[in-house]
């Protein structure tokens, strides 16, 4: 799990009460959805920031993407969880 300056990050959680006509925007790096634009915008910028880690490696200033790829080696199989 990427670290948000060494902290767990907890996405946000969708909101329950979207209707079919309201505008959304997806952070395409975390899969969060917003209806605030403004609040899409500084996730965008969050996750393009070097304020990442990996919470299996210790490596630290990544972008979101980087510390999500950083893991991945490192996971244990669902098997030995």
Request: net charge negative; hydrophobic share 35%.
């Amino acid at each position: 799990m990427p670290l948000l300056r060494k902290d767990p990050f907890v996405p946000k959680k969708p909101s329950t009460n979207l209707k079919a006509d309201d505008e959304v925007f997806v952070c395409k790096a975390t899969m969060e959805a917003f209806t605030d634009y403004e609040e899409y915008f500084q996730r965008a910028i969050l996750c393009n920031s070097l304020v990442w880690s990996c919470s299996l490696t210790g490596t630290y200033e990544h972008f979101w993407g980087c510390a999500v790829t950083s893991n991945v080696p490192h996971e244990k199989p669902g098997y030995l969880k």
